[in-house]
């Protein structure tokens, strides 16, 4: 009997809008697996892995930030164990992916220090709901994070009063190191990432408040400007 979750590979194809062959290749290259090989050699597919694949998940990201609606339960860390178990399995992942191997662990730096900062800085403070979105689509090669907490400006008014606006602490996060605490550097996530990405082909999109910056791969300029957005947290686009 057939899973009414599970889809053939002609109606995967047909849904996607590729051949059946192509299909073939993508397993075999690891880009879309499917969820069940019967000994006979059929293919079936998860109709979620499918609707995944054609989805937006940076949209979904934001819609959330925004707007406090539902997204996909897969999606949503509400505490940082949940959060380093599945950035452990986005690591295994792009481990077993050729195209990645070479980079993997610097990817995973990033996203891990941009999904830590949201707990270390909203730990007991979170404005409503606590937990972070993390979501990624290595076909697409993208990262999602996002949270609903104090966003930096409020974070780093704290020890700079001085700050003005969101614009001005989006700056400050990923270029001054603000505070220490022996014998490490505190405050210096947001620089490792960027200096990180100076380095590597790798692409960020960041925003809090209504101040949304732009690294791009092999570069350490930085490109911040005004969103028409304005929300409370933090949203994260990896790309490579």
């Known amino acids: 009997m057939k899973n009414k979750d599970l889809i053939s590979i002609s109606e995967a194809a047909k849904i996607l809008n590729v051949s059946i062959m192509t ?24 109709k979620k892995d499918i609707e995944f694949f054609l989805s937006d998940l940076f949209q979904m990201a934001r819609d959330w930030t925004i707007t406090n609606k539902n997204f996909p339960e897969e999606f949503y860390c509400q505490n940082s164990a949940v959060f380093q178990t599945r950035l452990v399995k986005m690591e295994n992942l792009m481990m077993q992916n050729k195209k990645t191997k070479d980079i993997f662990s610097l990817i995973v730096s990033v996203a891990g220090e941009i999904g830590n900062n949201s707990f270390d800085h909203n730990l007991g403070q979170w404005p409503d709901t606590a937990g972070i979105f993390f979501g990624y689509n290595l076909n697409k090669k993208q990262i999602a994070l ?30 001054e190191i603000i505070s220490g605490r022996a014998p ?23 925003q809090t408040g209504n101040a949304q910056l732009q690294l791009n791969e092999m570069t350490s300029d930085l490109k911040i400007t005004d969103s028409k957005d304005n929300f409370h947290g933090c949203l994260t686009l990896i790309s490579y």
């Open 184 to 206: 490490e550097n505190r405050g210096n996530g947001l620089k490792f990432v960027r200096k990180v990405i100076s380095r590597n082909p790798i692409n960020l999109f960041f």
């Open 23 to 46: 299909l073939r290749r993508w397993d075999k290259a690891g880009r879309l697996l499917p969820i069940r090989k019967q000994p006979k050699g059929h293919r079936y597919y998860r």
């Open 146 to 175: 996002a949270d609903r907490g104090l966003g930096i400006l409020k974070t780093l008014k704290r020890i700079r009063p001085d700050l003005k606006n969101h614009a001005q602490a989006l700056k400050v996060a990923f270029t």
